[in-house]
């Protein structure tokens, strides 16, 4: 299962999403696949846009081998990047009350209430 942690859009205060993720420390994995996706410039740009991160707990949790195989597979790392990424400023206000947002990859996720917690694509 990933746990996401919303990590904000495009600017928080004076950092963007790249600087709140590296400030978060947990992120290192997704800061490492941004990277090799070429998708840091885009994460520091105007946007704006909504990134629903993968911890490095979420990360950790796939099968072995696929980090790994993602990070020698670049496009195929960046549709799944962009799948986490929603154009638009979605605030966690608005999150509660939606059933699906289409991702930057053009996909669209599922959005919807259970136990007290909002889920993404069944990911709390």
């Not at 994460?43 to 072995?64: R, S």
């Amino acid at each position: 299962r990933w746990k996401l942690q919303r990590l904000g859009s495009t600017r928080v205060g004076s950092a963007d999403i790249v600087a709140t993720a590296q400030s978060a420390g947990n992120f290192n994995t997704l800061l490492a696949a941004a990277q090799a996706a070429g998708l840091v410039d885009t994460l520091q740009g105007d946007g704006p846009y909504t990134v629903f991160a993968p911890t490095d707990e979420a990360f950790a949790k796939l099968p072995k081998g696929t980090v790994e195989h993602l990070l020698a597979n670049p496009e195929q790392l960046r549709e799944v990047l962009l799948y986490h990424v929603v154009p638009g400023r979605v605030m966690a206000s608005d999150v509660v009350a939606l059933s699906s947002a289409t991702t930057a990859q053009g996909s669209d996720l599922t959005i919807k209430m259970a136990d007290g917690s909002v889920k993404i694509d069944d990911a709390p």
